[in-house]
């Protein structure tokens, strides 16, 4: 593989699916160096031959993990034969690049039961393009590595999983059919109380990630035709809009820290539960993590209706009136005056701010990371933003965000970018894509992370 070609293999195929990693150059290398090796300041080092006397650097925030690694490693290797073939018609390239992902994926998971496992991930596919009964279908599949089927009239999942019968036995939430590492079919799972464990994944798949440790595979077929794997109790990769994701939880989560004065790793988690959980309920929403400094800078783009924190009502309050005395035009400072000249609970009353009051009362004065999380994607779905103070304290749910002038995209990815200026936001869109954003030195909005 030519230098070229690597550089563009490297930027389009492997760069997308590392959550904020970045392409930083290349450095020198010999015929003593291995092709993919972990190198300084969390990157990773790579090159298409043993021979070759360069290595791309490839770099993020957090360091790599050695499943990564694996990962970066197989997918260059399968890459590498694919472009020994000199295939010249470009869809059908990307056909075989999507598929050496995809065995590269499954096969740093387990070198035992990938070809089972990648068997039912195409025949998953096939569900994914057709309904029954004129729906679309959810499956669940578990793949269990550490023991074998009965040998006495064995069912091998090829000849089952296509038949019509089998959409109505599985929900891949609470419901799977589970099969050994050869494919052979184990039995039927009901996920009725799986042991309570720590995981990291969608709130509506807890029970799913609890049940995965590293001798059990969780495939998930979604009504929307996307395919999830669940593994070390965790999301690990899924295929969504035809692509395949890598989700890097622990490195989003970092992420958000963006060089904020004030950050705690209890928010953070939960502000990115937040937005999982929205993207595999399919919701849109819009959330933002304020900076302890500018506080009273997100407040001027937050409608006082909306705030449901007395706290930070008495700041805004502050800010409207101080404005009301600037004003040359009598008449509507004293508007400003006799709006705001009042207790917080005095103006949701006179103002019949019914969905304020009433948010206030379900809420009950919780944190974030307080709430069930259940409760957080309900409420992050209502339209309009969440906006989260540095300490974790709610300060407006559902608001309609003030947008500066010139801004860009459609009112939910306008609303991100203006309160990404003031610490870091997120927004999560109807087919499932998580989008984060900060501000940079010279304090210009940037992207921090695409996943999904």
Known sequence: MQKEEFYEVVSKLIVPLFTGSVLAGEVESSARDL???????????????KSDDYRLVLRRG???KSFEVNIIRSIIHELFEISALQIKDKLYLQSLQN??????????????????????????????????????????????????????NPVKYSEVINKDFFALVTDGI?????????????GYLNLKNPKSVPTICPYVFDKVARVCNDKRVG????????????????????????????????????????NVSYTAKEIRRSIYNSALDCSFAYKGACLAYINKDK????????????????????????????????LYNIGNAKKIVEKFNMSYEEFLDKHNYKKTMAIRKIIAGKKLFELDRKLIEEMTSIDGATIVDYDGTIIAIGAIIKIEAGSQGGGRLAATST???????????????????????QGKVKQLFNVG
């Open 295 to 326: 506080t009273e800078q997100a407040l001027a783009h937050i409608n006082a209706a909306d705030i449901i924190s007395e706290e930070h009502f008495n700041i805004k309050r502050e800010m409207e009136l101080a404005e009301a005395d600037k």
């Open 174 to 186: 609470n419901s799977f059919v589970e099969f050994d590492k050869n494919g052979l079919m184990l």
């Open 419 to 441: 309160m990404a200026k003031y610490g870091v936001a997120i927004k999560v869109s109807q087919d499932g894509i998580m989008q984060g954003f900060g501000v940079d030195k």
């Open 99 to 152: 598929m050496a992902i995809e065995k590269a994926l499954i096969e740093s998971i387990t070198d035992n039961g990938a070809q089972t496992i990648l068997g039912i991930i195409t025949s998953l596919e096939k569900w994914a393009s057709r309904t029954y009964e004129g729906a679309t279908v959810d499956l669940g599949i578990m793949v269990n590595l550490g023991v074998n089927a009965d040998s006495t």
């Open 35 to 49: 092709e993919v090796a972990l190198g300084k300041g969390n990157s990773i080092l790579l090159k298409p031959n």
């Open 62 to 64: 957090q360091a790599f």
């Open 219 to 258: 495939i998930v077929l979604t009504q929307k035709g996307d395919i999830l794997i669940f593994y070390a109790r965790q999301l690990v990769f899924a295929k969504r809009n035809g692509s395949w994701c890598v989700y890097s939880h622990e490195e989003v989560i970092r992420l958000l820290y963006n």
